[in-house]
């Protein structure tokens, strides 16, 4: 592809995520019923046939940036709000988790924080045993001060409630899309940042707990294959760490997460010290990306799950049905497949599904 001129500034880039999820302020349970109307909670997709007995169909519902996990007979799924709350939808079946509706776990804006604003990538991992909420979220009105905090759950349970833990600190830049990952009982936090100048790249920094850095975080990856620079901005974003048979891979998403081009590439761990680059290599291309035979444009930022029996590991990601979006704000939905892995152990994405296919549900799962 031939190189074409940018303004990558960080002013530009953050520009064109301004508008991103960009909601007013209004009281936490107004708030909550809003999301709840505008992600379409509480009642399928008009235009998804329902599914037969031990299928699924995607999409699961609207939404963007999923997180999802399979935890004591229920699953748990969590998504951008851009709101002060974060809520958490929970069911039995992967099949009727879309019609869940959904609970607030979480309301920032009574938080001994300003940043309150316009949350984004919620994810939650348990660490003893305690579970930890990674979130983005800005002061009210400026997006230029997204940072990435955590928040602590007061039992055991997904659902918290969930109390301020405190700011993950790195450099004092745009960072967002916060993920941990662990490598021999040792924790490292992984995240998206823009810098002074250039491109938005990942950043890592080992943990002295789940909510504190223990060293300055420092460049895990940055854009610098052509793919990874499609739309307005060099792009990575959204991390997420996956594990086979001793083997450890990041995932991530990258080019500007408005074109239907957005895509998930793969680090592969090597040796040596995770927070040095030099640990990681990168491959070329990326593991799965859009499939206009199917009807799927700009498929990325995601996680991974397993299924209720544990012999299977899925995806869950947001897409778009149409090739012509520009802008991050336009609508996505959340969908789900399982993958495979390759005879060396990479996992194998796979090609994205189209919606309203009955897929089977995930080995274990009731129906």
């Not at 909420?133 to 055991?156: C, K, P, W």
């Not at 990681?280 to 799927?296: M, Y």
């Not at 990325?300 to 990601?317: A, K, L, M, Q, R």
């Amino acid at each position: 592809m031939a190189n074409r001129l940018r303004d990558s500034s960080p002013r530009s880039l953050l520009r064109r995520r301004s508008e991103r999820y960009r909601r007013p302020r209004l009281p936490a349970a107004l708030f909550a019923i809003m999301i709840f109307a505008v992600l379409g909670v509480g009642a399928p997709d008009s235009a998804t046939a329902a599914p037969t007995a031990g299928t699924y169909t995607n999409p699961i519902r609207d939404g963007a940036d999923p997180w999802l996990a399979f935890h004591d007979g229920q699953y748990f799924l969590a998504s951008t709000t851009a709101a002060s709350v974060i809520t958490v939808s929970t069911s039995p079946s992967l099949a009727t988790l879309g019609a869940a509706t959904p609970t607030v776990v979480y309301d920032a804006s009574t938080q001994p924080t300003e940043y309150q604003d316009n949350i984004w990538a919620p994810e939650i991992h348990r660490f003893g045993d305690r579970w930890y909420l990674y979130y983005t979220a800005q002061i009210e009105g400026d997006i230029s001060t997204h940072r990435n905090f955590v928040a602590e759950s007061q039992g055991d349970s997904p659902l918290g409630p969930y109390t301020y833990k405190g700011q993950l600190e790195g450099p004092d830049i745009f960072s967002i899309d916060g993920t941990v990952l662990t490598v021999d009982d040792q924790l490292y936090y992984i995240y998206a940042g823009i810098p002074t100048s250039g491109a938005q790249k990942l950043y890592i920094a080992p943990m002295s707990d789940p909510w504190t850095l223990a060293a300055e975080p420092r460049i895990l990856s940055e854009p610098n294959y052509e793919w990874e620079k499609i739309g307005d901005g060099e792009t990575q974003e959204g991390a997420y760490p996956i594990y086979r048979n001793g083997k450890i891979y990041v995932t991530y998403s990258a080019a500007q997460c408005g074109t239907p081009d957005y895509a998930i590439g793969l680090l592969t761990y090597t040796g040596g010290d995770p927070a040095d680059r030099a640990s990681w290599t990168k491959t070329p291309e990326p593991i799965f990306s859009k499939s206009p035979e199917n009807g799927v444009y700009g498929p990325g930022h995601h996680s991974f799950f397993t299924s209720p029996d544990g012999t299977e590991d899925w995806i869950v990601y947001h897409a778009r049905d149409y090739a012509n979006s520009s802008d991050c704000g336009e609508p996505r939905t959340i969908r789900a497949q399982k993958i495979n892995w390759t005879a060396d152990d990479k996992p194998d994405l796979g090609i994205p599904a189209a919606l309203g296919t009955a897929l089977p549900l995930p080995a274990g799962d009731p129906g």
